[in-house]
Nanobody
Framework: QVQLVESGGGLVQAGGSLRLSCAASGRTFTSYGMAWFRQAPGKERAFVAAISWSGRSTYYSDSVKGRFTMSRDNAKNTVYLQMNSLKPEDTAVYYC?????????????????WGQGTQVTVSS
C-alpha cells in the first residue's frame, strides 16, 4: 500500500513557475513507476509526465515537453514536477500516481495509487 500526498500548487501568472511535490509512504518507493496527471474542469484526467524507478528516464506529454521537468529523490520518497513558462491552459488539478508494474504508463488505468490532487491556476 502506498499513500501519496501532493503539495506546491497555487496561483501564478502566465510565464511563471511552480514546483509540485509528491511525498509517498511505504518502504518500497523505489519499485514504483511514478507519474503526474492533470485534470482541467470538464475534461478527462490527462498524462503529464512519468519517471522510471531509478529516475534516469523521464517521459512527457507533448503539451509540456521543454517546460516541465519531473524528478525523484528516492532517499526522501518524493517526486517533483518543476513547471516553468506556465500558460493559462496548464490550469488544472495535478495528481501524483504510482504503479507497481508499469513504467512510463500514460493511461489512468496504468496506475494503482493516486494522491488527492493539488490545484494549479495560471492567470493570463
Amino acid at each position: 500500500q502506498v499513500q501519496l500526498v501532493e503539495s506546491g500548487g497555487g496561483l501564478v501568472q502566465a510565464g511563471g513557475s511552480l514546483r509540485l511535490s509528491c511525498a509517498a509512504s511505504g518502504r518500497t518507493f523505489t519499485s514504483y513507476g511514478m507519474a503526474w496527471f492533470r485534470q482541467a474542469p470538464g475534461k478527462e484526467r490527462a498524462f503529464v509526465a512519468a519517471i522510471s524507478w531509478s529516475g534516469r528516464s523521464t517521459y512527457y506529454s507533448d503539451s509540456v515537453k521543454g517546460r516541465f521537468t519531473m524528478s525523484r529523490d528516492n532517499a526522501k520518497n518524493t517526486v517533483y514536477l518543476q513547471m516553468n513558462s506556465l500558460k493559462p491552459e496548464d490550469t488544472a488539478v495535478y495528481y501524483c500516481a504510482a504503479s507497481r508494474t508499469v513504467v512510463a504508463g500514460t493511461q489512468v488505468w496504468d496506475y494503482d495509487y493516486w494522491g488527492q490532487g493539488t490545484q494549479v491556476t495560471v492567470s493570463s
